[in-house]
């Protein structure tokens, strides 16, 4: 339940999207056969930047952020 907490947090947040970021950063400066790393890198942007938490389903928590932190306060 920490995992979850942590993860529809700000601080939670902020790491999916910096690691999204950097996944796309680093995917772009080695190009070639890294260049697949864009995808998951948007993917963690996108969630990062609009509140969801894909893993949440797996410990029986709601997908939106706002309704995790509303469940686990």
Do not use: H, Q, Y
């Not at 996944?23 to 400066?29: H, I, K, Q």
């Amino acid at each position: 339940m920490g995992f979850v907490r942590f993860m529809s947090s700000t601080a939670g947040r902020w790491t999916r999207s910096l690691a999204g970021v950097a996944l796309v950063v680093a995917a772009v400066s080695l190009g070639g056969a890294w260049l697949w790393l864009i995808a998951p890198g948007a993917v963690f942007i996108l969630v990062g930047l609009l509140d969801v938490c894909l893993l949440a389903p797996l410990f029986r928590m709601p997908l939106a952020g706002r309704k995790v932190r509303d469940r686990v306060a």
